[in-house]
T-cell receptor, first 112, second 113 residues
Framework: DADVTQTPRNRITKTGKRIMLECSQT?????MYWYRQDPGLGLQLIYY???????NKGEISDGYSVSRQAQAKFSLSLESAIPNQTALYFC???????????FGEGSRLTVL | GEDVEQSLFLSVREGDSSVINCTYT??????LYWYKQEPGAGLQLLTY?????DMKQDQRLTVLLNKKDKHLSLRIADTQTGDSAIYFC?????????????FGTGTKLQVIP
């Protein structure tokens, strides 16, 4: 089983719908991240969390919200999806020593 | 703020060496990373180098760091078709009690058989 699991892997939705992307991890890491990947733009940080009581905005948090339900679970919500939120979304955890990030397989979201 | 730049595309012939370059701006970087993303998958750490090192070699991979010029490179010797992927350069800077990681745009490596 993967250490970082994202669901759903693919989702097509319509403008204005509420969407939740879920992430769970078995790494035992406190630090968890949500990134967005667009072609030619690399990875942009949406939100990050250092523990269940510590949530921080990243560089592109507008239009997104998150919930850290437990150490192992970190979900990303789009309250009212819009077409320019069509992208590949990654959840990641971070180790302490070298700062290595461990990524999930990604959730491809299409907003029509 | 932090900025990491790399070229978007590189094409090489199978068996040749590939060199992917990256520049970064944060002089306080403690770790520099190379991540690999294969099609349909998440990123996976390929290798990293601590900022007080000049070079790191790991089998077919050689990482060179020029801290003065803030330039990082990844050399893949004897490039194989399985090396076709997107390679992300990233820098880690200590921020509080963690490493704040900033990614480049990624370089898509195409290996021609």
């Amino acid at each position: 089983d993967a250490d970082v699991t994202q669901t759903p892997r693919n989702r097509i939705t319509k403008t204005g719908k509420r969407i939740m992307l879920e992430c769970s991890q078995t790494k035992g890491h406190d630090r968890m991240y949500w990134y967005r990947q667009d072609p030619g733009l690399g990875l942009q940080l949406i939100y990050y969390s250092f523990d269940v009581k510590d949530i921080n905005k990243g560089e592109i948090s507008d239009g997104y919200s998150v919930s850290r339900q437990a150490q192992a679970k970190f979900s990303l919500s789009l309250e009212s999806a819009i077409p320019n939120q069509t992208a590949l979304y990654f959840c990641a955890t971070q180790g302490i020593n070298t700062g290595e990030l461990f990524f999930g397989e990604g959730s491809r979201l299409t907003v029509l | 703020g932090e900025d990491v730049e790399q070229s978007l595309f590189l094409s090489v012939r199978e068996g040749d060496s590939s060199v992917i370059n990256c520049t970064y701006t944060d002089s306080s970087s403690t770790y520099l990373y190379w991540y690999k993303q294969e099609p349909g998958a998440g990123l996976q750490l390929l290798t990293y180098i601590f900022s007080n090192m000049d070079m790191k070699q790991d089998q077919r991979l050689t990482v060179l760091l020029n801290k003065k010029d803030k330039h990082l490179s990844l050399r893949i010797a004897d490039t194989q078709t399985g090396d076709s992927a997107i390679y992300f350069c990233a820098e880690g800077a200590r921020a509080g009690g963690y490493q704040k990681v900033t990614f480049g745009t990624g370089t898509k490596l195409q290996v021609i058989p």
